[in-house]
C-alpha cells in the first residue's frame, strides 16, 4: 500500500466521521421537532386561518362563502356591549385565582411548621385540585340548591331566615358562587408550589434573623416573603392567565346550549364562554375569531404590566 | 450583612432565659392555633365530599318527601348507585347494550386517553433528549420557538383548531382529542429536558462506543433512568386527559357514544332529576382518580410542580 491511498483511506475515514456526526446532528433536529411539527399543524396553521378570517363575512364554517368586508367584525366585536361585559365577568374571575394565592401562602406556611401531621394535611388540600370541573359543578350545584341544599338549610336555621339567598336567579350571589366554587379548587396547586418554595429559604436568614430577636411573624415577612416572592409571582402570573381563560364551571353551570344565555344578567359570561357561544352556539367563526385575538391582546397586557411592576417587589437575589 | 453589627446588641444572661420560657408558651399557643385552622381548612375541603356522599345514599321517597336537605337518610340506600352503574334507562337506546352512560364514558375515556397520553409522553422525551444531548444546528431557535408556543394561551387557540378540525372533518370524531397529543406536549418536553440534562453525559457516550444509536439510548438508558420524572409527567396528563371537559365538548357533543367520562357526566345529569343519582355519578366519577391519587399522590404533585416554575 503506498502513501496515496492511505491518505485517501484517512480522507474517505474522516468523511465518513464527518457523515456520521451530520446523522446525528439530522436526528437531533427531526426528534426535537416533533412536539413543533405538532404545534405547527394543529394550533399555528389554525391561527393564522382565524386571522385570515377575522377580516371577512363567512356562512357557517364554510371558506368558500368568504368575503373581505371592511372591517366589520371588529365593529361588531367593540360595539358588543356583551363582549365587553364578559371581559369584566373574566377578570372577576381572577378573584378566586388571587384568594387562592392567599389562602395556599397561609396554609403553606403553616404547614411549614412540619407540626405531625403536615404531610397528611398537605395530600388532603390537595385533592380538589384533581377533581374534574364536571364534578365539581354537580357537587356545588348540588350544596347551593336554592330549595333542598344544604348551604340555604344551614343558613335559614343560623339566621333564622325565610329563605335563602337566591344563588342561581340574583346576578350578584350567582358570582359569589362562582367564586367560591373556583376558591375551593384553587389553592392545591399554590400548596405544591409554595411548599417548595418554603424548603428552598436559606437557613441561615432565619438563623440571623432569630439572633436578631425577630419573631415568627417578624421573620416571615422580613425573611420568608422576600426569598418567596419568586414564586409568588410566578402564581401570580399563573392566576391572571387562568382567570382570564375561564370556561369549564361558568359554562356548566350557566352555559345554555340553545340560546346562548349565561346565568342571570349574563354573570357566568366569561370571555372564553362568549367566544365559544358565538362560534360555536351562533356558527359566527369570523367575530369569534376577533373575540379570541382580543382575549389574546387583554392576557398579554395585563401579564406585561404585571411583569413591569415586579421589579418593585420581587427579589431573585436570595 | 447586618448580622454582625446586631449580634453586639442580641440579648443575654436571664434576659434570654425568660424568653425562653415565654417563647415556650408561645410555641404552644401557635402549635394549637395552627392545629385549628388545618382543621377548619381541612372541614372546608371534605365537606363538599361529605355532602354529596351522604345525598347519594339517600332514598328518591325521603328527599321528595322531605322539603329540606336530609341529614340522615334513612334508610341508607346504594339505589342510586345501582342506577348509575347497571340501570341507566338511555343506555339501551344510545349503545344498545346494557352497560350504563358512565360505565361507557369511563372505557371511553381509558381507550381516548390512555394510549395517546403514553405515546405523547415517549415523543415529548425523545424531543427532550435531542434538546439535552444532542448537539445540532438550530437547536436554540428550535428551543426558543418550544418555550413561545407555552406562552400561548390555550382560550385563543380554541376556535381556530375548531374551525381549523372543521375545514378537515374531525369535529365529531375523536381525532381533535388524541392525534395532536401523539406529537407530545411542549410543557412536558421542556421538563424532561431539564431532568436529562442532571444525567451524566459519559453514560451516553459509553453507550455510544458499545455502538447503540441515539434511539436506543433513549429508550435503554434514558427512559428506565429517569422513570420518576416520566410518572409524575405521565400521571399530570393523564389527569389532565381524565378531567378534559372542553375538548369533548366541542367535538362529541352531538355524538354521545364517544363522550368520554366528564361529558357523560354531563350528558347524564340531564337525563336525571334525582340529586340522589347525581350525586352518586360525581362520586363515581370522582373515585378512580382518587383512588389513583391515593396510590402516587408523590407522583401527584411532583408533576405539578416541575411543570409550573423553572423558567
Redo the contacts between chains.
Sequence with gaps: MDGSTERAEGVRKERKKLTAVEK??????A?????????L???F???C??IA?MFVDMSG?D?GTMQWNNFANFATVFKDTRFWHSVGVSFILTVPHMLGLVISLL?SA??A?K?RGHKL?K?????????????IA???N??F?Q????LN?LLVRLFRLEEGPQWFTSPLHFTMMLITVMV?QAPG?GI??FS?AFTNVNPALYE?AE???AG?VRKFVSVTLPAIS??IF?LLM?GI?AG??T??IP??FAGD?WTGAAGPNDAALS??LY??IT??TFSH?PV??VM??V??LI?FVALFLNFKLQNKWVSYDV | ???KE??AT??VGEELLRRKTNGKRAKLI??IT??V??GL??L???F??L??LL?SLTSQEQ?SS????VWLPKPLTMEAYRVVLFDDIYAAWLYGDALSSILHGFLNTMWQVVPSTLAGLF??G??A???AK??????DV??M??VA?MM?????????????Y??IHWTNTVLPLI??G?????GV?FFLRQFFRGLPDELIEAARIDGL???SVYVRIIMPLSAPAFIAQGVFMF?GG??N??GP??YL?NYPQLAPL??A??LF?GGYGN?AI??A??VV??LP??VL?CFL?KY??QG??MT??KA
Design positions: 446525528r446532528s439530522i436526528y437531533g433536529f426528534t426535537a421537532a416533533i412536539p413543533l411539527i405538532g404545534f399543524i394543529f394550533n396553521i389554525p391561527l386561518i382565524a378570517t364554517y371558506f396554609l403553616m404547614l411548621q407540626y394535611f395530600a388532603l388540600f390537595f385533592v380538589p385540585y384533581i377533581c374534574s370541573s364536571v364534578t354537580v357537587i356545588w348540588w350544596i340548591d330549595n333542598i341544599g344544604i338549610d375551593w396547586y405544591v408550589m417548595a440571623a439572633l436578631d430577636g415568627t419568586p414564586t410566578y399563573a392567565i382570564l381563560q370556561f369549564d359554562q356548566i346550549t370571555t372564553s367566544i365559544y362560534g360555536i367563526m369569534a375569531s379570541s385575538m382575549l389574546f392576557i | 450583612m447586618t448580622y446586631n449580634a442580641a440579648p401557635a402549635k395552627v392545629y385552622l388545618l381548612y381541612t372546608w375541603v371534605i363538599p365530599f355532602v354529596i345525598t328527599l322531605t322539603m329540606n336537605f415523543i415529548s425523545l424531543s433528549y435531542a434538546f444532542i448537539r445540532f444546528k438550530g437547536s428550535l428551543f420557538c418550544l408556543t400561548v394561551p390555550g382560550a385563543v387557540l380554541t376556535m381556530p383548531s375548531y374551525l381549523f372543521d375545514a392525534i395532536p401523539l406529537f407530545g406536549a411542549a418536553t444509536n441515539d434511539f389527569v381524565y378531567n371537559y372542553q365538548l366541542l357533543s366528564q361529558l357526566v354531563q345529569m340529586p347525581r350525586c355519578a360525581a366519577a370522582l382518580l382518587l391519587y399522590q401527584f404533585t405539578v410542580a409550573g416554575l
